[in-house]
C-alpha cells in the first residue's frame, strides 16, 4: 500500500473531535482507572520510568500528568555546542532552505511563509537558512527546551487541521506541518532570529508554553498572534520552553548562512534532549 493510499482514510475522520475527547479524557483524575491507563501505556510503548523524577506511575493523577513527566536532573546532560537537540525523538528531515523551500518528505516541500502563518515578512528572515524537523513519539520525553539562548518576540497560534505527524503521514500528505495546526514562536539570539514551531496533530490534546501556560484550546478558527516586544522573556539554552500534551512534531529555522549539523545525524535516527545539533557558521 502507497503511502497517500494509508493516509486516505485520515482524511474522512473527525479528527476534531477525536481530539477534544482524547484531551478530555487525559486530563481527568480517575484514580486507579488512571494507573492502569499508565501502566497499559508505558508497557505498550516501553517507557523508562527511571529516567522520571517520579518514576512510580502511581504517583500520576492525570493522563496529562504522566505524559508531562519532567526528567530526573542530570539524565540529559548539554553538549558543548552552539545548538543543542531540543527534544527526545527521532529527526524527521533537516538541512539546507532552499530559496524558501523546506523539505518534508520525497515529492513534499511547503514554503517558510505557510509555516510561520502567511506572515512574508517574517518568513524571508530565514529563506536559504536551515530547518530540522524532528519527531516525537509516544513514549519520548514532551517538554521542548530551547536550543540556544534567546529572546521571545512573538507568538503565533495559526489553526489548522490535525492530521498525524508521524512518518508515513509525512511521506503520504503534502504541505503536513504548514497545513497542521500550530504554535509558532519566534526568537532573537546572539546569532540572529530563529523560530521554534509546535506541530500539533490528531489527539494531542493540547500545546502549552512556560511564558502563556495552555495556548489551545481554545480552538478557534482565527490566527491569534502574542508581541512581547514590552516584555524581556529571556530564556537559557537547555531551559524548557514548552509541551505536548501527546506527540507531536518540532520544526525549527535558522537565517543564513547556514548552519553546520551533526555529522552523525540523519533521517530517522533517535535522538535525544542535549546532544549536539549545529554550530552556526563562521562568517
Known amino acids: 500500500m502507497s503511502d497517500r493510499s494509508a493516509v486516505l ?5 473527525p479528527k ?3 481530539t477534544n475527547f482524547a484531551g478530555w479524557v487525559a486530563g481527568k483524575e480517575r484514580g486507579a482507572v488512571t494507573t492502569w491507563i499508565i501502566r ?25 500528568q504522566f505524559f508531562t513527566r519532567e526528567l530526573k536532573p542530570g539524565v540529559r546532560p548539554l553538549a558543548d555546542t552552539d545548538l543543542i537537540c531540543p527534544v527526545d525523538g527521532a529527526i524527521s528531515q533537516f538541512g539546507a532552505i532552499e530559496g524558501d523551500q ?15 502563518g502567511g506572515d512574508a515578512a517574517l518568513a524571508a528572515q530565514f529563506a536559504h537558512g536551515s530547518f530540522a524537523t524532528l ?3 509516544p513514549r519520548d520525553y514532551h517538554r521542548i527546551h530551547m536550543p540556544c539562548d534567546g529572546r521571545l518576540l512573538r507568538m503565533i497560534h495559526v489553526p489548522g487541521e490535525l492530521f498525524s505527524v508521524n512518518p508515513t503521514t ?12 500550530r504554535v ?10 530563529f523560530v521554534l514551531v509546535l506541530v500539533g496533530a490528531t489527539i494531542v490534546g493540547s500545546m502549552a508554553t512556560v511564558w502563556h501556560g495552555v495556548v489551545n484550546p481554545p480552538r478557534g478558527g482565527e490566527l491569534r498572534e502574542w508581541r512581547y516586544d514590552d516584555r524581556r522573556i529571556e530564556l537559557r539554552k537547555g531551559e524548557e ?43
Open 170 to 181: 509525512a511521506r503520504g500528505v503534502p504541505g503536513l506541518f504548514a497545513r497542521n495546526e
Open 241 to 283: 520552553m514548552g509541551r505536548f500534551l501527546l506527540g507531536s512534531t518540532v520544526v525549527m529555522l535558522f537565517p543564513a548562512p547556514a548552519v553546520a549539523f551533526n555529522s552523525e545525524w540523519a533521517p530517522t535516527r533517535p535522538i535525544r534532549l542535549g546532544e549536539a545539533m549545529a554550530n552556526f557558521s563562521k562568517m
Open 40 to 64: 497499559r501505556f508505558v508497557d505498550k510503548y516501553g517507557v523508562d520510568m527511571n529516567e522520571a523524577l517520579e518514576p512510580d506511575i502511581a504517583h500520576y493523577k492525570s493522563f496529562n
Open 9 to 13: 482514510p485520515q482524511y474522512l475522520f
Open 184 to 193: 509558532v514562536c519566534v526568537f532573537e539570539s546572539a546569532h540572529g532570529p
Open 16 to 18: 476534531q473531535a477525536l
Open 135 to 137: 519527531y516525537l513519539s
Open 102 to 116: 523546506i523539505f518534508q518528505a520525497k515529492g513534499h516541500n511547503y514554503s517558510t511563509t505557510a509555516l510561520v
